[in-house]
């Protein structure tokens, strides 16, 4: 009998097992899941590459109390893939611009690699650490693919013996046939031309990637190839892709979301 016997439950394999054993199993269990728990807390910690702090940003043409951004605290972590969605006028482009160090937090801070960007050269930052990808595309025109790339890995100051080959080597790894190369961007559709923006975002291999609305003008089919691209930089190549975006197919497809809400509606 199972009461006599102290025994008040059965095992996996149907073996009866006291209250004693019980106890003993679940604080096991306990404090493996607290191991756990540590370690992951410990691997995320290590993987975060920016991290944003309390940040709020008000414009210097606006009133005393009329923030942009206010109280965001948001962490990025290389080989994650992140959409940040809003309505419009929720701060996303505002954020980007903080993020990429061309405008500094109103309050607040924000963290790449363990240093502020406060206390960083921010051009040098821009120019290496992080790639943009502007809604936009930020492409000059009358100049080819390649050009566009080449102008890009010169302001960073790269110095490699052919960077036209290199060129033609991040085109192909956007899905751009090498004899896209010496077309003039102007030429190209408004797909190519995205996939060029990425490439010349890549071009001093930088370990984190911005982009804002970069499937914005894009139909269904580019816009998942052009995620395909992100997505493989995120999970094969270790790098932290954040994209701004109002497209449930980004969303879908991305590993974390942070959303954004108006100032006035939080307060
Ligand atoms: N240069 C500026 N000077 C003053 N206010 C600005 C400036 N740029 C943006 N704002 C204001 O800051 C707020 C956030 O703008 P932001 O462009 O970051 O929004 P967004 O979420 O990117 O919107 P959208 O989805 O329409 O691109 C808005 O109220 C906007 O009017
Ligand atoms: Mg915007």
Same mark, same amino acid.
């Given at each position: 009998?199972?009461?006599?016997?102290?025994?008040?439950?059965?095992?996996?394999?149907?073996?009866?097992? #006291?209250?004693?054993? =019980?106890?003993?199993?679940?604080?096991?269990?306990?404090?493996? $899941?607290? +191991? !756990? %728990?540590?370690?992951?807390?410990?691997?995320?910690?290590?993987?975060?590459?920016?991290?944003?702090?309390?940040?709020?940003?008000?414009?210097?043409?606006?009133?005393?109390?009329?923030?942009?951004?206010?109280?965001?605290?948001?962490?990025?972590?290389?080989?994650?893939?992140?959409?940040?969605?809003?309505?419009?006028?929720?701060?996303?482009?505002?954020?980007?611009?903080?993020?990429?160090?061309?405008?500094?937090?109103?309050?607040?801070?924000?963290?790449?690699?363990?240093?502020?960007?406060?206390?960083?050269?921010?051009?040098?930052?821009?120019?290496?650490?992080?790639?943009?990808?502007?809604?936009?595309?930020?492409?000059?025109?009358?100049?080819?693919? #390649?050009?566009?790339? =080449?102008?890009?890995?010169?302001?960073?100051?790269?110095?490699? $013996?052919? +960077? !036209? %080959?290199?060129?033609?080597?991040?085109?192909?790894?956007?899905?751009?046939?090498?004899?896209?190369?010496?077309?003039?961007?102007?030429?190209?559709?408004?797909?190519?031309?995205?996939?060029?923006?990425?490439?010349?975002?890549?071009?001093?291999?930088?370990?984190?990637?911005?982009?804002?609305?970069?499937?914005?003008?894009?139909?269904?089919?580019?816009?998942?190839?052009?995620?395909?691209?992100?997505?493989?930089?995120?999970?094969?190549?270790?790098?932290?892709?954040?994209?701004?975006?109002?497209?449930?197919?980004?969303?879908?497809?991305?590993?974390?979301?942070?959303?954004?809400?108006?100032?006035?509606?939080?307060?």
């Amino acid at each position: 009998m199972a009461n006599k016997n102290n025994y008040v439950s059965k095992d996996k394999l149907g073996k009866n097992i #006291s209250k004693k054993e =019980i106890k003993v199993k679940t604080k096991e269990d306990n404090e493996l $899941k607290e +191991k !756990k %728990e540590i370690k992951e807390k410990n691997t995320s910690a290590k993987n975060v590459i920016l991290s944003i702090k309390n940040a709020s940003y008000r414009y210097s043409d606006a009133e005393e109390d009329d923030y942009a951004l206010k109280n965001v605290s948001f962490d990025f972590e290389c080989g994650k893939l992140y959409a940040i969605r809003g309505r419009s006028g929720t701060g996303k482009t505002t954020l980007l611009s903080l993020i990429s160090g061309l405008e500094k937090c109103t309050e607040g801070e924000i963290i790449f690699a363990g240093k502020s960007l406060k206390d960083m050269n921010l051009d040098k930052y821009r120019n290496s650490d992080i790639g943009i990808v502007f809604q936009s595309y930020n492409l000059l025109p009358f100049m080819t693919a #390649s050009e566009n790339i =080449i102008l890009s890995m010169d302001a960073n100051g790269l110095k490699i $013996k052919s +960077k !036209k %080959e290199k060129a033609i080597e991040l085109m192909e790894k956007v899905g751009l046939k090498a004899s896209y190369a010496n077309r003039k961007v102007l030429r190209l559709s408004g797909g190519e031309q995205q996939r060029v923006a990425i490439a010349r975002s890549l071009s001093y291999n930088p370990k984190m990637i911005i982009a804002d609305e970069p499937t914005g003008n894009l139909d269904k089919q580019t816009e998942s190839e052009i995620l395909e691209i992100f997505k493989k930089l995120a999970h094969e190549e270790n790098k932290c892709v954040i994209i701004v975006t109002h497209s449930q197919n980004v969303c879908d497809t991305v590993d974390k979301i942070y959303d954004l809400k108006k100032v006035k509606d939080v307060n």
